[in-house]
């Protein structure tokens, strides 16, 4: 079984200022990790993910995150964010091998405020 | 336009009264999924469907029911549905059921039982 840990569930920030989205995961197997968004009144919309390779995975609207597979550790970052960035993000993990679920953390709300 | 439809997007209800909230998707995948979304929880899976007439339970399954009778459409059902089973609902599809599939999620419905 596996379990993510959001640790922030409000992040408040001023626009233009980084931000940094704080995930850990537990699992006794290997897995995948996502980073999705979901936008006020909408569904969620994938930003990146990590498959394999390169720790550092650049995503949609200019956020990337790093795999740090000793921490247990999937840290969502933004140099400097927008208004428009206003959202809920979701830290997701899924096993590698065979079929499996998604298993969501909680959720951080990202407040950019001007 | 490659999509995931729910129907209806909001739906009030009162205590007992059947329902069933449709998803549609035009991608032919071949894995879907259904969630319910908490304040403070998170994405919650109630169950899944590896592919027509195979579907499994997910973490939360009591009191719902699902179907896959054709590829495209994975139905929610609630027999009687009870006021806590309001919740946002989210619908979701990917090529396969391996973790590295990306799933695409709906729009969401917003049930309320009264």
């Known amino acids: 079984a596996q379990s993510v840990t959001q640790l922030d569930s409000q992040v408040p920030v001023f626009e233009e200022a980084p931000v940094e989205l704080r995930c850990n995961y537990s699992s006794s197997v290997s897995v995948y990790l996502f980073w999705y968004v979901q936008y006020p009144n909408q569904g969620l919309q994938l930003l990146l993910k990590y498959l394999s390779g390169s720790t550092l995975v650049k995503g949609i609207n200019g956020f990337e995150a790093e795999f740090n597979k000793s921490q247990t550790s999937f840290h969502l970052r933004k140099p400097s964010v927008h208004i428009s960035d206003t959202a809920e993000y979701f830290c997701a993990v899924r096993r590698i091998g065979g079929y499996s679920t998604l298993t969501f953390g909680k959720g951080t709300m990202l407040l950019v405020s001007p | 336009e490659a999509q995931v439809t729910q129907n209806p997007r909001y739906l009030i209800t009162v205590t007992g009264k059947k329902l069933t909230v449709t998803c549609s998707q035009n991608?032919?995948?071949?894995?879907m999924s259904w969630y319910r979304q908490d304040p403070g929880l998170g994405l919650r899976q109630i169950y899944y469907?590896?592919?027509?007439?195979?579907?499994d339970k997910g973490d939360v399954p009591e009191g719902y029911k699902v179907s896959r009778k054709e590829k495209r459409n994975f139905p929610l059902i609630l027999e009687s549905p009870s006021p806590n089973q309001t919740s946002l609902y989210f619908c979701?599809?990917?090529?396969?059921?391996?973790?590295?599939?990306?799933?695409?999620f709906g729009p969401g419905t917003r049930l309320t039982v009264l």
């Open positions: 991608m032919n995948h071949e894995y």
């Open positions: 469907s590896m592919n027509v007439e195979v579907t």
């Open positions: 979701a599809s990917s090529f396969g059921g391996q973790g590295n599939n990306e799933q695409f």
